[in-house]
T-cell receptor, first 113, second 116 residues
Framework: SAVISQKPSRDICQRGTSLTIQCQVD?????MFWYRQQPGQSLTLIAT?????????ESGFVIDKFPISRPNLTFSTLTVSNMSPEDSSIYLC??????????FGSGTRLTVV | QQQVKQSPQSLIVQKGGISIINCAYE??????FPWYQQFPGKGPALLIA?????SEKKEGRFTISFNKSAKQFSLHIMDSQPGDSATYFC???????????????FGKGTKLSVIP
């Protein structure tokens, strides 16, 4: 299955600033997914990123807050903009795997102070 | 609206015992039901998965039981070990809609602790 590298693994940011999270996959994939996992909670899909087109956002998530880039078939970024403490979460990227499952990166643990 | 309900929220099992985690769903259009295991500081990892036309799937110590008529599925971990201590998520996949891709809906997770 694909191997996903996510950077940074963790960060502490000031409110009002922005953080860009990078996701690198070791093989070409059509779809990349961005999830948010709030402390002790389940995973919530933020958006689906298809190379060469605008990302598709889920209800409750907007492009101005979570802009996504997908410049090629192995890379994507998620930016968390104008952060507030409520944005403190683990952010995960994911791709569809070969066993009909989905592979996840190790996540970016974001704390906003 | 939560489409996949998972229970229990936490579970403590003695080493060697059987861990059972249950999930229920409403949407009969779901076509694939995976279980994920997540250790602290790591992303979820696919453990085992089943399609709705199969009633049971076993991989090593892990078994999924699927009851289509009841819209329920469960994960059984036989001979539970301390190394199995993790958070387990059930999920359900919605078929390709054309607008995006297959989408996974996750349960809220079960924190399993296996004590020696």
């Amino acid at each position: 299955s694909a191997v996903i590298s996510q950077k940074p693994s963790r960060d502490i940011c000031q409110r009002g600033t922005s953080l860009t999270i990078q996701c690198q996959v070791d093989s070409q994939v059509t779809m990349m997914f961005w999830y948010r996992q709030q402390p002790g909670q389940s995973l919530t899909l933020i958006a689906t990123a298809n190379q060469g087109s605008e990302a598709t956002y889920e209800s409750g998530f907007v492009i101005d807050k979570f802009p996504i880039s997908r410049p090629n078939l192995t890379f994507s970024t998620l930016t968390v903009s104008n952060m507030s403490p409520e944005d403190s979460s683990i952010y995960l990227c994911s791709v569809e795997g070969t066993r009909y499952g989905y592979t996840f990166g190790s996540g970016t643990r974001l704390t906003v102070v | 609206q939560q489409q996949v309900k998972q229970s229990p929220q936490s579970l403590i099992v003695q080493k060697g015992g059987i861990s059972i985690i249950n999930c229920a769903y409403e949407n009969t259009a779901f076509d694939y039901f995976p279980w994920y295991q997540q250790f602290p500081g790591k992303g979820p990892a696919l453990l085992i998965a089943i399609r709705p036309d199969v009633s049971e799937k076993k991989e090593g110590r892990f078994t999924i039981s699927f009851n289509k008529s009841a819209k329920q599925f469960s994960l059984h971990i036989m001979d539970s070990q301390p190394g199995d201590s993790a958070t387990y998520f059930c999920a359900a996949r919605y078929p390709y809609s054309g607008a995006g891709s297959y989408q996974l809906t996750f349960g809220k997770g079960t924190k399993l602790s296996v004590i020696p």
